[in-house]
């Protein structure tokens, strides 16, 4: 969809933007993903490959934590869409990557090992 916009209105678009985003992001979320996003701001979804969880937080980049199987942080992922989207157009774009093409999604992503202190998304 293309829509023209002045920069007079860029923030509002970019506001109900990201507002359409997130609502479709929680029509795709299981009841418990949509309570832990809406609590947390981060959901946990299963890598379709490996079983592997990875916890999405609310973000653009560098929001994936790869968890271990006690759930303790592991490492960070980064992959995103082509395109300038807003957040929950991206985080709905790497919950569905990961669900159905873990290992390929993974093939085009950057790995850090970060440590698990306080996050800021």
């Known amino acids: 969809m293309v829509v023209a916009r002045s ?3 860029s923030r509002s678009f970019r506001f109900e933007t990201e507002a359409r985003a997130l609502a479709l992001l929680k029509g795709w979320l299981s009841p418990a993903q949509r309570a832990c996003y809406e609590r947390f701001r981060y959901f946990d979804v299963v890598g379709s490959d490996t079983g592997t ?3 999405i937080h ?3 980049q560098t929001n994936i934590e790869e968890l271990s ?3 303790h942080h592991v490492c960070k ?3 995103v869409p082509d395109g300038d989207l807003v957040a929950g157009d991206v985080m709905l774009a790497q919950k569905i990557a990961l669900e159905t093409n ?3 999604a993974l093939s085009v992503a950057h790995r ?3 440590s ?3 996050r800021r998304f």
């Open 7 to 9: 920069s007079s209105g």
């Open 53 to 55: 969880r990875y916890r």
């Open 58 to 60: 609310h973000g653009t």
């Open 69 to 71: 199987s006690t759930g």
């Open 77 to 79: 992922w980064c992959f």
């Open 102 to 104: 873990e290992r390929g």
């Open 112 to 114: 850090s090992f970060v």
């Open 116 to 118: 698990s202190g306080p």
